[in-house]
C-alpha cells in the first residue's frame, strides 16, 4: 500500500491540452474520485497514474517512488477496466492468475491467491467458467479479484460501473466500497457520475477541462463548492447573480442575499449558489421568518411529484429555481400561486 | 402462392446441383482417365494403375513436387511470422503513413501476376539475384503476405487494446503480453493466414513460371511444359493426387474453421 | 461518454510511435519493396530502352517499345480480343454465380447450406492449372463428356469444344466462378430477409424486389466479383495456350512470348505496362461502388 502524489503535471495531445498542471494528495488507503465531464481529462490522469501515458511535465510518486517514467508494468498497480478487459480465452481463474503466474510464482501459491481473491469477491464457485458466460456483475468482481491478488500499490478504477444497470450498479458500489475496506488499499476511481462519487469516495477531485477546479471530501465540495462548475456538477443548485456586496450579493433590483462567505470575493460581479433542498416554501409572508434569512418573491410554474418529495419550478424576474420539498405531509403549493422563499445565510454559499 | 415459392426454390436447389456439376464433371472425369490404359482416353474404360507406376518412377515431376512443397512450407513459414509481426504494429502503434501501409497491401493482391511475374523476372535478373528457387521463394512471400496481414489483421480487429494494457497493468513485459495474451487470442487468424499463404505458393504458377529454370521448377511448372509438349497420362495421374490432397486437407481445415455457413 | 474519451485518445494525439513499430514492419515491407515494388519501378524503367543494359550490348532511351502498340494494330486487337473475353468471362460468372449465391443465402439453410457453399469454395483452394488441365481431357472429341451426352440426349451434340474459344471460355468461367459466388453471397447474406418480407407486402411482385432490391443491395459484391474476374482474365496467357491452341492467341500470350520465346523484355515490359494501365482504369472506376460497401 502507498500513497500517489501528483505535482504538475501537464499534458498535450496534438493542440489538445488535456492535463493542465494538475497536482493531487492521494492519502495512503484513501477512496478517492476523480470527477468530471467527458473530456475533462480524468481518464488521461488515472492512465498516466497507471502508466500507459507519461506526462509532458510534473512528477507522479506512489509511494515514496517518483515514476513518471517508469513503464506500467513495473509499476505494481491495479487497474479495473471500463469494459473489465477480462481476457476471453483464459478461465476465470487463469484470468485471476494472470498477474501472478508472470511474475513466475510457483503453482501452489497461486492457486491458493487466487482462491482467496475469489472467495474475497464471493465467486468461489465460478472459477473454471469464461468470461462470456458470466453476467456484467460477475465480470465486474472478477475484474476486481484480478487487479488486486497482485497486492498492488495503488487501486485503479476507470468507469468500472458504468456498464451495469441502476439496480447492479448500487450494490456493486456497497461491495466495491467493502472491498476496498478490507483490502485496505488506496483507489482511485474515475467517474463521471456525481452520486457514485459522492457515495463512495472519502475525497472527491473535480477535473474540467484538464485542470483540477476543486478537491476535498464530498461534504465539504456539496456544502461549499468553490464554483458554479463545481456547484451544478456535484448536485443540483441554484445560481443567482448579481453586485458583491459587505454580506452577500446585491441582485438588481436591490435585494441582497447574504451569503456564509461574505467578503472573500470582493469580485464586482459574484454569484451565490443555493441548493434546491435547503429553500423553505411559504405561500406569503412568514411571521416564523428570521430576520436574518433571505427571503424571495417567486411563482411556481411546474410542479413534479415525486412520492417522498416535489420539486418545484419557480419564475423569479425571468430567471427559474429549483426548490425541492420533502414530503411531509403538509399542504402543497398550487400551480401559479405567488409564495415567498426563505433560506439561511449559512445555506447561500458565494462562487467564482 | 405457396406453389409457385416452393417450384421457384426447387428450381434453385436444381441450378446450384447443374453448378456444382459443372465444378466438379472435369475433376472427375480426370481422375477417371488417369486410371485408364489408353494414352488417348480412349472409351470404353481399361482400368490400370500403371501410370501412377509411372509417375512414381518419373524422377523429374518428383523433384518438381519435392520442389513445390519446400518452397511452399518456406513461404508458409516466412510469411506467417513477417505478416503477423506488421500486423500487430498497424494494430498496436499510432504513427503517421499508416493508411499508406495498408494501401500497399492492394496492388501485390490485385495487378494480375503475369505484370507481377514479368516484373520481377526483369528486377530479379538485373539486380542479379537471378532465377530459381531462390527467387521462386522471394517471390511467393510476396505475394503471400498480403493475404496473411489482412486475415490476421481482420482477427485483431476483434481484440481490444484493453487486454494488452490490461495485461500490462498486471505486469507482463511487452513479450509476455504478446505471447500469453494476443498471439493466443489471434492464433485462429494467424493458422487461417498460413493456409492462405501455403495454398498461395504451392497453387502459384504464373510467377514461379517466370522465375524458374529448367533445373530448377515447381510442379505447376512441370505440368505446363508437359502438357505444351503434349499429353501424358502421367500428369493425369499427378493431377488427380494434387486435387485429392489439396482438397481433402481444405476439407479438414474446414472442419475445424468454419468458412462461411452459419454466423 | 467514456467513449468519446477513448477516440480522443487515439485521434486528438499524431503522438508517433514509430520506433517500437518500426522492428515489426520493416521485415514484411522491405520484402514487399524488393520483390513488388521494385520490380514493378525497374519494368517501368525498363519498358523505356532499346536493349536490357545487362545484356553487354548497347542501349538507349526509346519511346519505340510504346510506338509499336499504337503502330501495329496488331498488339490493339489483340488487347480488344483479352478485353472481349474477359468480359464475356465475368458476365457468365454473374450469370451463373449471382443465382447460386442467392439460394445459397436465401434457400439453404443450416447444415446442407454449410456444406455446399465448401463445395463451391473447395475448387477454389486447388491448383488452378490442374483444374484447366482437367477440361482438356474433358473437352476432347469423342471424350467421355461427349459420348455420356450423345447417349443421353435424343439429339447428336458436338462437344468436341478442345481448342476453341468456348473452350476458353468454359476453362476460364470455371476458374474465377467461385470468386463471383463467394463475393455475391456475402452481401446477399447481409440482406436482412425483413427487408424482402417488408418490400413483398408493401405489394412488390418477386421480380420488383429482385430489381429494386435484392440487385441494388448486392450491387458491391456483384462489382467486387466482377473486378476480381475481369482483371486476372485480362492477363490471363495459361488457360487460352491450353484450351485454345492456335485460337487461344491473346495478349497475355503475347507478353509471355517476349519473355520466354522471343526475348525482347523491353517490349514485353512496355505491354506488360500498358495492360497495367487498363487495369488501374477498371480498378478505378470500380472503387466507388467498392469504397460504399465498405
Given at each position: 500500500?502507498?500513497g ?10 496534438g493542440l489538445?491540452?488535456?492535463?493542465d498542471?494538475?497536482s ?8 478517492y474520485?476523480l470527477?468530471?465531464p ?5 481518464t488521461?490522469?488515472l492512465?498516466m497514474?497507471?502508466g ?19 513503464p506500467v508494468?513495473?509499476r ?16 476465470v ?11 513466475g510464482?510457483?503453482?501452489?501459491d497461486?492457486?491458493?491467491?487466487v482462491k ?9 464457485e ?14 465486474q ?14 487501486l485503479?478504477?476507470d468507469?468500472?460501473?458504468s ?8 450494490d ?25 462519487a459522492?457515495?463512495?469516495?472519502d475525497?472527491?477531485?473535480i477535473?474540467?477541462d ?5 478537491e476535498?471530501?464530498?461534504e ?13 456538477f456535484?448536485?443540483?443548485?441554484n ?10 450579493i ?8 447574504r ?11 459574484s454569484s ?21 434569512e ?7 410554474t ?6 417522498n ?13 429549483k ?5 411531509s405531509g403538509g399542504e402543497?403549493v398550487?400551480d ?6 426563505y433560506?439561511?445565510a ?7 | 402462392?405457396m ?6 426454390e426447387?428450381?434453385?436447389?436444381a ?6 456439376a ?14 485408364n ?6 472409351l470404353?474404360?481399361d482400368?490400370?494403375?500403371s501410370?501412377?507406376?509411372?509417375l512414381?518412377?518419373?524422377s523429374g515431376l ?7 512443397l ?5 513461404t508458409t ?7 503477423t ?12 503513413g499508416?493508411?499508406?501501409l495498408?494501401a ?11 505484370i507481377?511475374?514479368?516484373a520481377?523476372l526483369?528486377?530479379?535478373f538485373?539486380?542479379g539475384?537471378?532465377?530459381?528457387l ?9 505475394l503471400?503476405?498480403p ?10 480487429e ?5 487486454y ?18 494476443t ?6 487468424g494467424?493458422?487461417?493466414?498460413a493456409?492462405f ?12 513460371y517466370?522465375?524458374?529454370t529448367?533445373?530448377?521448377a515447381?510442379?505447376?511448372?512441370e ?20 486435387m ?15 468458412f462461411?455457413?452459419?454466423? | ?13 499524431p503522438?508517433s ?8 514492419l520493416?521485415?514484411a515491407?522491405?520484402?514487399l ?19 536490357l ?6 542501349w538507349?532511351?526509346?519511346?519505340a ?6 503502330e ?5 486487337v ?18 451463373l ?15 446442407s ?7 463451391v469454395?473447395?475448387p ?7 483444374r ?7 473437352l476432347?472429341g469423342?471424350g ?6 450423345n ?14 474459344y ?6 476460364l ?19 436482412d430477409?425483413?427487408?424482402?418480407e417488408?418490400?413483398?407486402s408493401?405489394?412488390a411482385?418477386?421480380?420488383t ?14 462489382v467486387?466479383g ?13 488457360e ?12 497475355g ?13 523491353p517490349?514485353g ?9 487498363v ?9 466507388p ?6
Amino acid at each position: 500500500m502507498a500513497g500517489v502524489q501528483v505535482h504538475g503535471v501537464s499534458k498535450t495531445f496534438g493542440l489538445h491540452r488535456a492535463l493542465d498542471e494538475v497536482s493531487v494528495d492521494f492519502a495512503d488507503g484513501g477512496f478517492y474520485a476523480l470527477l468530471g465531464p467527458s473530456g475533462s481529462g480524468k481518464t488521461t490522469l488515472l492512465r498516466m497514474i497507471a502508466g500507459f501515458d507519461f506526462p509532458d511535465a510534473g512528477r507522479i510518486v506512489i509511494g515514496d517512488e517518483g515514476v513518471e517514467r517508469v513503464p506500467v508494468e513495473r509499476r505494481r498497480i491495479g487497474m479495473v477496466f471500463q469494459n473489465y478487459a477480462l481476457f476471453p480465452n483464459m478461465s476465470v481463474a487463469d484470468n485471476v492468475a494472470f498477474g501472478l503466474s508472470v511474475r513466475g510464482e510457483a503453482k501452489t501459491d497461486i492457486a491458493r491467491e487466487v482462491k482467496q481473491a475469489l472467495d474475497l469477491v464471493q465467486l468461489e464457485e465460478l472459477g473454471q467458467r469464461r468470461p462470456h458466460q458470466l453476467s456484467g456483475g460477475q465480470r465486474q468482481r472478477v475484474a476486481l479479484a484480478r487487479a488486486i491478488v497482485t497486492r498492488p500499490r495503488v487501486l485503479l478504477l476507470d468507469e468500472p460501473l458504468s456498464a451495469l444497470d441502476k439496480a447492479l450498479r448500487v450494490d456493486m458500489q456497497i461491495e466495491l466500497k467493502r472491498i476496498q475496506r478490507e483490502v485496505g488499499i488506496t483507489t482511485i476511481f474515475v467517474t463521471h457520475d456525481q452520486e457514485e462519487a459522492l457515495t463512495m469516495s472519502d475525497r472527491i477531485g473535480i477535473l474540467r477541462d484538464g485542470r483540477l477546479v476543486q478537491e476535498g471530501p464530498p461534504e465539504e465540495i456539496y456544502n461549499s463548492p468553490a464554483s458554479e462548475f463545481a456547484a451544478t456538477f456535484l448536485g443540483d443548485a441554484n445560481i443567482l447573480r448579481g453586485k458583491a456586496s459587505e454580506e452577500g450579493i446585491e441582485l438588481g433590483d436591490g435585494t441582497v442575499i447574504r451569503c456564509c462567505n461574505a467578503g472573500h470575493n470582493p469580485a464586482a460581479n459574484s454569484s451565490c449558489a443555493v441548493r434546491p433542498e435547503r429553500i423553505r416554501i411559504e405561500a406569503a409572508e412568514s411571521p416564523e421568518a428570521s430576520s436574518g434569512e433571505n427571503r424571495l418573491k417567486a411563482r411556481v410554474t411546474k410542479r413534479i411529484f415525486a412520492g417522498n418529495s416535489t420539486t418545484y419550478f419557480l419564475d423569479r424576474d425571468g430567471q427559474t429555481l429549483k426548490v425541492l420539498v420533502q414530503n411531509s405531509g403538509g399542504e402543497s403549493v398550487a400551480d401559479g400561486a405567488d409564495v415567498m422563499l426563505y433560506w439561511p445565510a449559512e445555506s447561500s454559499v458565494l462562487v467564482a | 402462392m405457396m406453389g409457385t415459392t416452393r417450384l421457384l426454390e426447387l428450381l434453385g436447389r436444381a441450378f446450384v446441383g447443374l453448378m456444382l456439376a459443372f465444378l466438379y464433371l472435369p475433376i472427375f472425369i480426370m481422375a477417371l482417365m488417369s486410371f485408364n490404359a489408353s494414352p488417348f482416353y480412349q472409351l470404353p474404360m481399361d482400368w490400370t494403375t500403371s501410370w501412377y507406376e509411372a509417375l512414381a518412377r518419373n524422377s523429374g515431376l518428383i523433384d518438381a513436387t519435392w520442389n513445390s512443397l519446400r518452397i511452399a512450407v518456406l513461404t508458409t513459414v516466412i510469411a506467417t511470422i513477417l505478416g503477423t509481426a506488421a500486423s500487430l504494429a498497424l494494430r498496436r502503434y499510432v504513427f503517421p503513413g499508416k493508411r499508406l501501409l495498408r494501401a500497399l497491401l492492394f496492388p501485390p493482391i490485385a495487378i494480375p501476376w503475369l505484370i507481377t511475374g514479368t516484373a520481377m523476372l526483369i528486377f530479379f535478373f538485373g539486380v542479379g539475384i537471378g532465377r530459381g528457387l531462390h527467387a521462386i521463394v522471394l517471390g511467393h512471400v510476396a505475394l503471400a503476405l498480403p493475404y496473411v496481414i489482412v486475415v490476421v489483421s481482420a482477427r485483431l480487429e476483434t481484440f481490444a487494446p484493453e487486454y494488452e494494457e490490461a495485461a500490462r497493468s498486471l505486469g507482463a513485459t511487452q513479450w509476455q503480453v504478446t505471447t500469453r495474451v494476443t498471439l493466443p487470442w489471434i492464433a485462429p487468424g494467424v493458422v487461417a493466414g498460413a493456409l492462405f499463404a501455403f495454398a498461395v505458393s504451392f497453387d502459384q504458377f504464373v510467377v514461379s513460371y517466370f522465375l524458374s529454370t529448367p533445373g530448377e521448377a515447381t510442379l505447376p511448372v512441370e505440368i505446363y511444359a508437359a502438357i505444351r509438349k503434349g499429353f501424358t497420362p502421367e500428369i493425369n495421374a499427378v493431377s488427380t493426387i494434387i486435387m485429392t490432397v489439396s482438397m481433402g486437407s481444405m476439407l479438414l481445415a474446414a472442419r475445424f474453421f468454419r468458412f462461411g455457413g452459419e454466423k | 461518454m467514456p467513449q468519446t474519451d477513448v477516440s480522443q485518445r487515439a485521434s486528438t494525439g499524431p503522438r508517433s510511435q514509430w520506433r517500437p513499430a518500426l522492428p515489426l514492419l520493416l521485415p514484411a515491407y522491405l520484402w514487399l519493396t524488393v520483390a513488388i515494388f521494385l520490380p514493378l519501378s525497374a519494368m517501368a524503367f525498363f519498358s523505356f530502352m532499346t536493349e536490357l543494359p545487362l545484356s553487354g550490348k548497347p542501349w538507349a532511351f526509346t519511346l519505340a517499345n510504346y510506338a509499336a502498340f499504337f503502330e501495329k494494330s496488331f498488339y490493339a486487337v489483340l488487347l480488344r480480343d483479352s478485353l472481349r473475353l474477359a468480359l464475356e468471362v465475368t458476365l457468365w460468372c454473374a450469370l451463373l454465380g449471382f443465382p447460386c449465391a442467392y439460394v445459397l443465402a436465401k434457400i439453404l439453410k443450416g447444415r446442407s447450406r454449410e456444406a455446399i457453399f465448401l463445395l463451391v469454395i473447395l475448387p477454389f483452394w486447388s491448383n488452378g492449372l490442374v483444374r484447366v488441365f482437367s477440361w482438356a481431357i474433358a473437352l476432347r472429341g469423342n471424350g467421355l463428356l461427349d459420348r455420356t451426352l450423345n447417349a443421353i440426349l435424343p439429339f447428336q451434340v458436338n462437344v468436341d469444344l478442345m481448342f476453341s474459344y468456348p473452350a476458353i471460355v468454359i476453362g476460364l468461367v470455371h476458374s474465377y466462378l467461385p470468386y463471383m459466388v463467394l463475393t455475391c453471397y456475402l452481401t446477399l447474406q447481409a440482406i436482412d430477409d425483413s427487408l424482402i418480407e417488408a418490400a413483398r407486402s408493401l405489394g412488390a411482385s418477386r421480380f420488383t424486389v429482385l430489381r429494386r432490391l435484392i440487385i441494388p443491395l448486392s450491387l458491391p459484391g456483384l462489382v467486387a466479383g466482377s473486378v476480381l474476374i475481369f482483371v486476372p482474365v485480362v492477363g490471363s496467357f495459361m488457360e487460352p495456350r491450353i484450351l485454345g491452341g492456335r485460337a487461344g492467341t491473346f495478349y497475355g500470350t503475347v507478353i509471355e512470348d517476349q519473355f520466354v520465346a522471343v526475348f525482347n523484355w523491353p517490349l514485353g515490359a512496355a505491354l506488360s505496362f500498358i495492360l497495367l494501365a487498363v487495369v488501374l482504369i477498371i480498378l478505378g472506376a470500380a472503387s466507388p461502388i467498392l469504397k460504399r460497401a465498405a
